[in-house]
């Protein structure tokens, strides 16, 4: 399902979208597979697949810890590719969070094609503004692969104004000023974040990261927001598991109560 | 367009430079930028920025002609003197620029990233001298090997933070200051410490370090009574290259020499030396010259000196790579020790091992220009810094420590 369909179904059902974060090949590329099919049968709508970066300036520890893992583990672009591929023939909405120096190796060109061969919808590029990004624009435009760039609280009202323009399917808005990982109350700068963003574009969907973990905070985020974006929480149920099948168990069942939370928070 | 006017608004040097960082750190590069502009433009903040150099730190720096160097190398050599500045490096003249530009923006906080500590006591010490809390991120593995340079910016009273994730050094020291930075825009500046990262850095850097150059190019006209015939530089993130290159890039006749970190020797992949044996990519905030395998991973790097290793370059000088206005080669760790001794037995003068790349690199092109010119070359070599910091690494080289300690009474006469 493309990102609008996924969002506009939820839309439909009156309620969020959740999408659940995991890195490419950690702690395998079979693992990471298995992790992000489970995520998807248990609730969440879209699975955002991190192409593990030597240096990710935008993630806090845990997503650093599971990307050295997953590179230790040898994982390659390519084989980021392969995962999209399973887990989108496995029937998940599948997107691509990266950093921006590996597509630029691969190629712009050619990797927009192979994305979209291997059945992403997306792609989300943290480091990439779109003032840098006339390239990629004009190759996720060939290949149909919606764009999404990151707006912040800190983003005038100018460049928020011209990086909702240049997003395709979604628009990611960073809660708070800070890096990923979960924390304990989620900011108020959200729901001011995203009705900035409503504000230039009613019709754009917008997803909230960087904070969520639990159930209680996906609901409250989903009152606001069309998206919840949860990842370190997610992914530290795999890091903090003896073994893989209870990291399997934990990540299905907080998949499951965040799926209930983007459920019970009121619409917007 | 010519090289005075580089880079272009957005922070373009070509096809180089630019702002490759997360949307949340815009706003605080755009506020960066224009008060940069403004302060450029105020006597005020230049009279105050020249005062400091002048009477703290000790600027101008001599231009030195080293008599019996020259005739070891068959070349007229005349040192810019930046080891003589205060805290011993030419980086004193970017932290109190970047420091003096805090104070303006109303920030009572600045962070910095270090690899051996020399930025990091430097940041310290104009964090010091203008009130400012500073707080430095440093690799783990480079506290444990500085443990003296950690005690001198806890003395300066800086908070230092050992950085665990990654290789534990310089690249992830400068990616946790980011990630402080992200979080902490509204109060703290981030006084990066090379002519590196997204714009404006890159020009604001070159620009407060620029008086190398612009000192030297005078002192020729004055001590010689014309230009010299080239230019050497140690190039790691490349501040100090750029420092004195600046002011030459119009005088064509001029030769641009910049040396990396060749490490073990480029071919055998354990080096710094990003322009001579990386590629074009992204790091740190900014497109440039890069150490990365296939799949554009950042690769480690390796080289004898601390302040070099480093694997990345500062945006402009990939673009005077490109352009050929300057030629960059790599000089190995073995003939930047070899240059150190000869600089410490012929002239007295201790280097800095980053500096010492300079001097090996000098002695390199020495019979080159000879042979070229027809005559005896003049060549200004930036001594960059001293080398008190590398007694430790140097001393470890030449296995001269073990000689200390094994003297025995009665034995050494």
Redesign the interface.
Known sequence: MSISATFGKAKAEGRSVLVGCMPAGFPTVDDSIASMVAMAEAGCDVIEVELPYSDPVMDGPVIQKASDIALANGVRTRDTLRIIEAVAGAGATVVLMTYWNPIERYGVDAFARDLAAAGATGMITPDLIPDEAGEWIAAADRYGIDRTFLVSPSSTDDRLAMTVANCRGFVYATALMGVTGARTSVSSQAPELVARVRAVDPEMPVGVGLGVGTGAQAAEVAAFADGVIVGSALIRCVLEAPDLATGHQRLRALSAELAEGVRSGAPS | MTAEALPDL?GHFGRYG???????L???L?ELDAAYREAKNDPVFQDRFHGLLRDYAGTPSLLYRAERLSEALGAEILLKREDLNHTGAHKVRNVLGQALLAKRMGKPRVIAETGAGQHGVASATAAALLDLECVVYMGETDTERQALNVARMRMLGATVVPVT??SRTL?DAL?EA??DW?????TTHYLLGTAAGPHPFPEIVRDFVGGIGTEAREQCLTQLGRLPDAIAACVGGGSNAIGIFHAFVPDQQVRLYGFEAGGDGVETGRHAASITGGSA?????A?TY?L?D?????VESHSISAGLDYPGVGPEHAWLHDTGRAAYEPVTDDEAMAAFQLLCRTEGIIPAIESAHALAGAARIAPRLAAELGRTPTIVVNLSGRGDKDVHTAGAYFGILDQVETIVPGENS
């Open positions: 957005a630019g702002r490759f960082v997360p949307e949340a815009v706003r605080a755009d994730n990654g690249k990616n980011l990630r992200v979080a902490s825009v509204d990519g992204v790091l740190h905030g497109r890069v990365q296939e799949d554009g991973q950042t």
